[in-house]
């Protein structure tokens, strides 16, 4: 086990890209994800790499189309109005069919809202992050730990299936700091037989592009970049179960919340209730079979987001809605307290008793 590092998320972020072999960032300051563009100023140029601060979040991402269109892994990071700005570049790197690794550390919104932590960006992030019939992998850390971990996960899945990861966290995520190890992973060159690199005479020239102006061509390739959506579905969706088998109340969470949720499951379970949480870890694919399971046996649900519920919806369609949803919320830039999501607990509790009761 390699030696503990005290550091904040957002560095954490930023020293696993390295790791993972990504030798390009381009990115703009905005708060809360600052620190990733900072780390990697210093970073980059000791290790013969490319830093560039863009003009705009409209540059950035254009230029990740570009070194991704070589071959190159590459990755960008922004903030919550910062990731609108960008959302026309995703778009074009879905169609494309370039993989690229995009960093959201949300803040408050709608427009520029607060700089505060915020989890309100989860339909932007999960229903596709611009125009178009398209996907992405998002992955929502927990902890310091797996805002490394998940990078060097976004960059292996975005190179696998040719598409954008996005790394979705909170504000909270990127600012805290607690100890991450870094082991060094095999650095895995993938073959990319599609990028720009020069022909060198051996091979017909590729060419990167997304626009198909024969109908029936688009519509070949949005069906057959579904098919691949539709195996990522199915091998990679990921979640943590805590205390899920004999629940009766399963609370769902993502990133701070789930931490704030686990506690309130703890002292839930203190009182006799019992509660369990499930945290999605992917938030595209969406752990629907684990959700759909826990509906076999649980009477009741509680969504903890930091927004005004959106998550609420997906779980509501994972369980085929079986059983209620609940929505426990502090947005503009609050976070829920584990006495709040354990009131929500115990008013779930009262629901099922009563309708448990004979007229």
């Given at each position: 086990m390699s030696e503990k590092v005290l550091m904040?998320?957002?560095?954490?972020?930023?020293?696993?890209?390295?790791?993972?072999?990504c030798r390009h960032y381009f990115g703009y300051p905005i708060t809360p994800q600052t620190e990733i563009a900072a780390y990697m100023a210093k970073r980059m140029p000791q290790i013969g790499g490319c830093f560039l601060q863009a003009e705009s979040e409209i540059a950035a991402i254009n230029m990740v189309y570009g070194v991704s269109s070589a071959g190159y892994r590459v990755m960008t990071s922004s903030?919550?109005?910062?990731?609108?700005?960008?959302?026309e570049g995703l778009s074009y790197l879905a169609g494309a069919d370039l993989p690229a690794l995009v960093v959201n550390v949300q803040r408050g919104g709608p427009g520029l809202?607060?700089?505060?932590?915020?989890?309100?960006?989860?339909?932007?992030?999960?229903?596709?992050?611009?125009?178009?019939?398209?996907?992405?992998?998002?992955?929502?850390?927990?902890?310091?730990q797996e805002m490394a971990n998940l990078t060097l996960c976004g960059f292996a899945l975005a190179d696998q299936y040719r598409m954008t990861a996005m790394i979705l966290a909170d504000g909270t995520m990127g600012q805290m700091m607690e100890p991450v190890s870094f082991e060094q992973p095999p650095l895995q060159e993938v073959e990319k037989p599609w990028a720009v690199r020069g022909t060198e005479n051996m091979r017909p020239h590729n060419i990167i592009n997304s626009l198909y102006l024969v109908p029936e061509e688009l519509e070949r390739k949005n069906v057959e970049r579904f098919a691949r959506y539709a195996e990522i579905e199915k091998k990679e969706a990921r979640c943590e179960e805590y205390h899920?088998?004999?629940?009766?109340?399963?609370?769902?969470?993502?990133?701070?919340?789930?931490?704030?949720?686990?506690?309130?499951v703890d002292a839930a379970r203190a009182q006799g209730i019992r509660v369990g949480l499930i945290r999605p870890i992917t938030l595209w694919p969406f752990p629907k079979e684990a959700?759909?399971?826990?509906?076999?046996?649980?009477?009741?649900?509680?969504?903890?987001?930091?927004?005004?519920g959106q998550m609420v919806e997906d779980i509501s369609l994972a369980i085929h809605c079986k059983a209620p949803v609940d929505l426990c919320f502090r947005t503009?830039?609050?976070?829920?307290?584990?006495?709040?999501?354990?009131?929500?607990?115990?008013?779930?509790?009262?629901k099922i008793d009563t309708e448990r009761t004979p007229c």
């Open positions: 904040k998320g957002n560095e954490a972020i930023a020293e696993a890209a390295i790791m993972a072999g903030s919550s109005p910062g990731i609108a700005l960008k959302s809202g607060g700089i505060q932590p915020s989890q309100s960006d989860y339909f932007q992030a999960t229903k596709a992050g611009g125009h178009g019939d398209f996907r992405m992998i998002v992955l929502a850390p927990a902890s310091v899920v088998e004999d629940a009766d109340i399963i609370v769902v969470g993502f990133g701070i919340a789930a931490r704030v949720a686990k506690s309130a959700l759909y399971r826990a509906a076999t046996h649980a009477k009741r649900f509680i969504s903890v987001e930091l927004s005004m503009g830039g609050m976070i829920p307290s584990p006495e709040q999501v354990l009131n929500s607990i115990t008013d779930a509790k009262t």
